[in-house]
């Protein structure tokens, strides 16, 4: 079983590659990205549990990125410098980032502190809730898999992250903003038909009733509920 | 009893890259209506429509009625339908997918919309907002009580000048 998922950010190939085997060695799956918003893309196609983010880069500069990315997850996210002064600390940390490592480091040294990150990094979703069940909906996190009745339903790649987000935060009203930051990306938040239709469309596959749902509410003005059965 | 329009043309509109058509699984797909209103407001609806298309594995479906006055007969529109398929055209220059069109002969628009929209459909209806709701706002909150999921997309290029460009 993988330890974690860590994308590596650096404009360097060589540090992407040392990283990416290090890495690797210690049971971590790995990602990479040559900049900032390559970083962005990457974050909006997979869910990672940790960001090495390299703080000079060309383009979107890794301070810049941190901030971008900070605004729509939580990801842990450890800041990969050659500067050592004191503002540099500083200016990373308030960007967001959990914490920061000086160029160059050891490799035990680095692992220790990504170990340390994803001890404090909010539970995961791929290293949380693993099956959920709705009603006569049955939900394979780790599969990607629904069934409803034991008959398989396809849901798309949109329709799946956004029933993910919802399981991973039950209970709570999630306002549109927040799902649509979430799901969509860091440019999205005004689209909230978009997430009407969508939400009607997951209704229509997993409730029994997509008229009357007992699973997606809808908070009028607010955004979205999901309610767990009590059993769960 | 006599229907007030009429299918003149049913085709699709292809561009320079089609996608591909996802394989068939028997189960009934998502229709996306988009309602031609002029072609700036049109393409922003088809935008929108495409965005939600592809998260949506649903197509798109675009509904053009042409208005028929009620001296000329039902068959035999004031404007040439050559007229409307150039629309299509320029449409059809700026769009990278495949979407199906059917333009529809009719007295009176919101009499089709009734007719040919199925309850409960995903209508989106391109346009600009303004303070005082434009002849598309009101089209989309009509909709929206006439039970369907009305989405009006906002036009970013002003009605009209796309076709004088």
């Known amino acids: 079983m993988s330890a974690g998922r860590v994308l590596i950010v650096d404009d360097d190939p060589q540090i992407r ?17 040559r900049s900032g918003e ?9 869910r990672y549990d940790l960001m090495l983010l390299d703080m000079n880069m060309p383009g979107m500069g890794g301070l810049a990125t941190c901030k971008s990315v900070r605004e729509s997850s939580d990801i842990g996210i450890i800041m990969l410098t050659v500067r050592d002064r004191e503002e540099d600390k500083v200016a990373a940390l308030d960007a967001g980032a959990d914490d920061f490592i000086t160029k160059p480091f050891s490799t035990p040294e680095l692992l220790a502190r990504i170990r340390a990150a994803l ?15 709705l009603g006569d ?42 799902l649509l930051r979430a799901v969509w990306g860091p440019d999205y938040g005004e689209e909230v038909e978009y997430l009407r239709v969508f939400i009607k469309q997951l209704r229509r596959k997993i409730e029994a009733k997509p008229d009357d749902p007992a699973y997606i509410l809808t908070e009028p003005w607010v955004g979205y509920r999901l309610r767990l059965p009590e059993s769960l | 009893m006599a229907y007030d329009f009429l299918l003149a043309y049913r085709g699709k509109l292809s561009a320079g890259a089609i996608r591909p058509e996802p394989p068939e699984d028997g ?10 209103t002029g072609v700036a407001n049109t393409l922003k609806a088809l935008d ?30 004031p404007v040439l339908l050559e007229f409307t398929e150039d629309c299509f055209r320029k449409i059809a220059e700026v769009q990278s997918v495949e979407t199906a069109v059917e333009i529809f002969l009719c007295r009176d628009s919101y009499t089709l919309w009734q007719e040919v929209l199925l309850p409960h459909s995903t209508v989106i209806v391109g346009g600009s907002k303004r ?3 434009t002849k598309e706002q009101r089209l989309a909150r009509r909709l929206q009580k006439m039970g369907h999921e ?3 997309a906002t036009a970013a290029i002003p009605e009209g000048k796309f076709l004088h460009a």
Not at chain 1, 38 to 46: D, K, P
Not at chain 2, 27 to 36: A, G, M, S
Not at chain 2, 56 to 67: D, E, G, I, M, S
Request: hydrophobic share 45%; with cysteine; aromatic share 6%.
């Open chain 1, 17 to 33: 590659r040392v990283l990416k085997i290090a890495l690797a060695g210690e049971g971590y799956e790995t990602g990479e990205a």
């Open chain 1, 38 to 46: 390559e970083a962005e893309e990457r974050l909006r196609e997979m």
């Open chain 1, 119 to 133: 001890r404090r990094a909010p539970m995961a979703p791929d290293s949380g809730v693993q099956q959920c069940a």
């Open chain 1, 137 to 178: 909906a049955h939900i394979d996190f780790q599969e990607r898999k629904v069934t409803v009745h034991g008959k398989e339903i396809r849901l798309t790649p949109k329709e799946f992250d956004l029933l993910r987000y919802l399981v991973l935060h039950p209970n709570r009203a999630i306002p549109h903003r927040e």
């Open chain 2, 27 to 36: 189960e009934r797909k998502l229709e996306l209506i988009v309602l031609f």
């Open chain 2, 48 to 77: 929108t429509a495409m965005c939600m298309a592809e998260g949506l594995n649903a197509r798109v479906r675009l509904v053009v009625p042409q208005t028929v006055p009620y001296p000329l007969p039902l068959a035999s529109p």
């Open chain 2, 131 to 133: 303070w005082w709701p």
């Open chain 2, 150 to 152: 009305a989405i009006f």
